[in-house]
């Protein structure tokens, strides 16, 4: 079936699917768990119980979204046995002590503590619940600190030497874990984790304001959210232009790549392309509408700067033009228009009418995925833009891969796809009930119910069972 496709080809499509429903469950978490943190501390502050309603309802989402984060993640250690042995092989002196920090500090954390959180309300202390949410919310920021720091490595690797059988070692730690675009990674991936949520959190409130304008849970959801739109949104803008200088600074083909630049600007001022269709063959950027000065101004902060084009490279080392252009301009458009909803909310607040702002709360429903779009085509943004490389400048994708034959990845791949598509599907379609079903006093916590066994269960113990009634009809026979 797949005989005559390129395996690694194959194995990137793979990956690049699977990680694609990886990101954003984490997203979300790393988010949704903040705000719990924030919900139960407002609550134990003025004892009003609409935080602790809201944090109920969205504990049970949160449970879900953590359970298939960690699944979807654990496919990507099997990949990079099974497809990317070379890539681990090399790189695992360096990447393997990382997730390892990763699993021992965050990933135990979170575990530990999860159960406390989720069904601990009425077992623990206030303040030590609220300690279990707190930590649960610090390790989700662990784990994104590790993660980042991995992925960070491999954009702009340091601090690191080769051995003689080709593998990257470590020679600084602190050099490698806080190479030179980490920060701005860091900074950027945990803001975008921050707005996902706010407006997912918003849409889920603007929904039922839909529906009923006096239901304070939904206030409170829509309020909060938006606040959050309005303050981190242009934080946001501003995080992304730093990340952009650096990565201008070392990884210049790849911003050459998004802006469209396939010529170097000797002659004058870079202009920053808005829209068009990039034309790799010819070198040119077809039907450009184009703002004179502005790319200048904005990666070397001078109207006559100069900025590198793709010319300035080897033609093998471009990344594909057209699809890291494309994903990085609806990403800056979704920031934009999230900055948007913030100023429009600030307006209705001046104006006191923020729960009755029809077209505010529609906005803000149609708005509710965005954030998922934006952290994906962030995501498509920095991967492809670092191709043809797998360690930034030092080992290519095409000397990453195993030595496994096209048929064996397609069929991994065509598994993956219908596995994730039904497990997920599943998931995600009842996440949107939890959603939909409207927020009421009196919210319950998780249920605590201990689950039935369905297997495991002998048939000497079965009998010995206090809730058989069969009165040990199934002893062994002899008894």
């Known amino acids: 079936m797949f005989e005559g496709f390129d395996p690694v080809l194959l194995a990137r499509i793979q990956f690049g699917f699977t990680i694609s429903f990886h990101i954003i469950f984490p997203a979300f978490s790393i988010g949704l768990a903040s ?3 924030v919900l139960e501390g407002l609550w134990l502050w003025t004892g009003k119980s609409v935080y602790h309603d809201t944090f109920n309802f969205w504990l049970k ?4 979204v953590f359970g298939m984060g960690v699944v979807s993640g654990i496919v990507m250690s099997y990949q990079f046995g099974t497809n990317w042995s070379v890539f681990s092989d090399k790189t695992g002196p360096i990447l393997g002590p990382l997730m390892g920090y990763e699993v ?12 406390v959180m989720l069904f601990g309300q009425k077992r623990v202390g206030k303040g030590l619940h609220f300690a279990a949410t707190f930590i649960v ?10 993660i980042l720091s991995v992925n960070s490595w491999m954009q702009t690797p340091a601090g690191y ?9 470590p020679e600084d730690w602190w050099a490698i874990i806080f190479n030179p675009s980490f920060p701005y990674r860091l900074v950027h991936m ?9 407006f997912i959190v918003g849409a889920v409130g603007a929904f039922h304001l839909l529906r009923d304008r006096t239901n304070a849970a939904a206030r409170v959801m829509f309020s909060m959210a938006l606040w959050m739109a309005t303050i981190v949104a242009p934080i946001q803008i501003v995080a992304g232009d730093f990340h952009g200088i650096n990565t201008l600074e070392h990884q210049p083909a790849k911003v050459a790549a998004m802006e469209g630049h396939f010529q170097t600007n000797t002659d004058g001022p870079m202009p920053l392309t808005l829209f068009g269709i990039p034309n790799m063959e010819e070198g040119r950027v077809d039907y450009a509408l184009e703002v004179p000065y502005l790319s200048s101004l904005i ?3 001078s109207l006559d700067g100069q900025v590198k084009g793709l010319n300035e490279f080897p033609r093998e080392d471009w990344p594909n033009v057209g699809i890291v252009f494309w994903t990085f301009r609806v990403m800056v458009a979704i920031g934009f228009a999230m900055l948007g909803i913030g100023l429009w909310s600030l307006y209705t607040r001046w104006r006191s009418s923020i729960y009755e702002a029809t077209w505010l709360q529609r906005a803000a429903v149609t708005m509710g995925p965005s954030g998922f779009v934006a952290v994906l085509c962030g995501w498509i943004t920095t991967e492809v833009g670092r191709q043809p490389y797998t360690v930034y400048g030092l080992l290519r994708t095409s000397e990453s891969h195993s030595p496994i034959a096209a048929e064996a990845v397609g069929t991994s791949l065509v598994a993956f796809v219908v596995v994730y598509f039904v497990l997920f599907g599943a998931g995600t379609f009842y996440i949107l009930r939890l959603m939909g079903k409207t927020p009421v006093p009196g919210e319950d916590e998780p249920s605590r119910a201990e689950p039935t066994r369905a297997a495991g269960i002998t048939p000497a113990a079965q009998a010995m069972h206090p809730d058989n009634k069969t009165g040990g009809a199934h002893a062994a026979p002899g008894e």
């Open 104 to 115: 021992l500090s965050a990933f135990f954390l979170e575990a530990g503590f999860l159960g």
């Open 161 to 169: 030497a080769m051995n003689a059988a080709g593998q990257f070692i």
């Open 35 to 37: 705000y719990l943190a």
């Open 190 to 198: 945990v803001l975008a984790a921050y707005l996902t949520t706010a």
């Open 299 to 301: 990666l070397t902060h």
């Open 61 to 64: 989402i949160f449970a879900i």
């Open 137 to 146: 919310a610090l390790g989700t920021f662990m784990s994104a600190f590790w």
